[in-house]
């Protein structure tokens, strides 16, 4: 058994009030805390966060001690304390798809990139691309990725599924990085497998002097209102989604989708993307599409 001080240390960073809830239904698993008592302790515990962590933890530290160690950085540590800020902004730009933005990723962004780009170029250093049209080099399973601000961003994404379909659970079925480089692109396409896909965006890389639609996320679905314009019978045409660095955007799997060739010379594009369901699904990703890595996990 650890004592109090020692366990707070270890597991601050671990349990902020974002996870509160799901740390406080452990306890009640394994405890059988009663709801009366467990709502006390919750409603107290920004007057005192160590007293709070050890009330819930406590009894669970020699169990605890033989779990693994998770490594977090600072920065993400206090970032994950607001998985959905109470201030963030959902903007629908049709029924059925929305785009928020996360101003607090700065800390993280520089280090995410380095991260991919690393990555990027030992897949790159193999030989190249099959294609041009296959949206870069894509670098899979976000939760599996060693570096500070992909977990947070694992945890928003399924939220943001949550929030826009309404569904209480969330299960990833397929999570990469897209790191295109100048001549990448993707073109039309929909995920069978998934019911919501989400895209995040983390750097748009370099802008072009003349071609504002270089690099850029569309949709072109002939079922969607936001694709006829005017009259909304003669003029079709792709949507562009205003999307920046920082920008989420989550739609349904089955709208058909396209990136634009980037352009950029010395900056790479990058963004993360998700297929999700509400339940697992049968299979494997991989089965569909041999690129796919194996998730280490």
Request: with cysteine; proline share 5%; net charge negative.
């Amino acid at each position: 058994m650890i004592d109090k001080a020692g366990l707070v240390r270890v597991y601050a960073p671990l349990y902020n009030p974002a996870t509160l809830m799901q740390t406080l239904a452990l306890a009640k698993v394994v405890e059988g805390c009663h709801d009366s008592a467990t709502r006390g302790v919750a409603g107290n515990y920004r007057e005192n966060y160590d007293d709070y962590l050890w009330s819930i933890l406590g009894p669970l530290s020699e169990f605890i001690t033989r779990l693994p160690m998770t490594t977090i950085s600072t920065e993400e540590a206090s970032l994950e304390r607001e998985i959905w800020p109470d201030d963030l902004i959902v903007r629908n730009v049709d029924s059925t798809i929305a785009t928020t933005m996360f101003r607090d990723m700065g800390n993280l962004t520089g280090g995410l990139i380095k991260y991919l780009v690393e990555r990027e170029q030992k897949v790159r250093a193999d030989g190249p691309l099959e294609s041009a049209g296959v949206g870069g080099t894509k670098i899979y399973h976000v939760d599996s990725w060693a570096v500070p601000g992909a977990k947070l961003l694992d945890e928003r994404a399924q939220q943001f599924f949550r929030r826009s379909t309404g569904n209480a659970t969330s299960v990833v079925d397929l999570s990469w990085a897209n790191v295109y480089r100048a001549g990448d692109y993707i073109l039309p396409h929909v995920h069978r497998r998934s019911t919501g896909s989400v895209v995040f965006v983390l750097t748009l890389g370099n802008q072009h002097d003349t071609d504002s639609a270089q690099g850029r996320f569309g949709i072109t679905d002939a079922r969607l209102p936001l694709c006829w314009h005017e009259d909304q019978v003669n003029q079709f045409a792709p949507c562009f989604p205003p999307l920046q660095a920082g920008s989420m955007i989550c739609f349904p799997s089955s709208v058909l989708h396209f990136v634009t060739p980037y352009r950029g010379e010395s900056k790479p594009r990058i963004t993360i993307s998700w297929n999700i369901n509400a339940q697992l699904v049968a299979g494997r990703p991989g089965d569909e599409d041999a690129t796919i890595t194996t998730h280490s996990g």
